[in-house]
Each structure stands twice: as structure tokens, then as C-alpha cells.
């Protein structure tokens, strides 16, 4: 069975570089394309990032390229966003998966406020 939990979130301050987490099971990390997706308050969902399979070539969005960073950890079945120059606007619930799968974890809330 697949599932994710989402971790790290919380309340940061602009400027920030705080480091999410995404526990995957029911599946390999390293043979699927993994992303990053977020949800801010009255918007869709939106992608973030993501990093293939082969090669781990990673992409990102335009408003976070420069200052987000996609990674995992094979061994750990891991999936990581390490995030930098936290905006507000960055305030979304955050979460990982594969698009080969239906499955959504439960997220978590990234909250950028002083």
C-alpha cells in the first residue's frame, strides 16, 4: 500500500530555510519520478518540483527555482525539499508523491509570517 507523511513543516520566518521531509512506503523512491506539490489557502494545488528516476535530474517551478532543492535518500526511502529565502507567499500545506500513483499523504503546513 502506498503512503507518505509529510514532516518538517511549521512557522517560519521570511527568509528562512527550513528542510521538509516526505516518508515514502508501499513502493521504491528510486525508481519512480518523485515531486513536490503545494496548496495555499483558496488556490489549486500546484507542483513544485521533482526529480526523476534516471540520473536524478531535478526541475522546479519558476517561483521557487533558485531557492528550493529537491533530494532523496535511497536507503531511507526518502524524499526531501530543503527550502531557502522563505517568502509569505510560500505559506501552503506542502506534499510529496509519485505520479504513478493515485495516493496523496496528508501534507504538511509551511506557514512563512514574522
Known amino acids: 500500500q502506498v503512503q507518505y507523511v509529510e514532516s518538517g513543516g511549521g512557522l517560519v520566518q521570511p527568509g528562512g530555510s527550513p528542510r521538509i521531509s516526505c516518508a515514502a512506503s508501499?513502493?521504491?523512491?528510486?525508481?519512480?519520478?518523485m515531486a513536490w506539490y503545494r496548496q495555499s489557502p483558496g488556490k489549486e494545488r500546484e507542483w513544485v518540483a521533482q526529480i526523476t528516476a534516471v540520473g536524478a535530474v531535478t526541475t522546479y517551478a519558476n517561483s521557487v527555482k533558485g531557492r528550493f532543492t529537491i533530494s532523496r535518500d535511497n536507503a531511507k526511502n526518502m524524499v526531501y525539499l530543503q527550502m531557502t529565502s522563505m517568502k509569505p507567499e510560500d505559506t501552503a500545506v506542502y506534499y510529496c508523491?509519485?505520479?504513478?500513483?493515485?495516493?496523496w499523504g496528508q501534507g504538511t503546513q509551511v506557514t512563512v509570517s514574522s
Open positions: 508501499g513502493f521504491t523512491v528510486s525508481r519512480y519520478r
Open positions: 508523491r509519485t505520479p504513478a500513483f493515485a495516493t
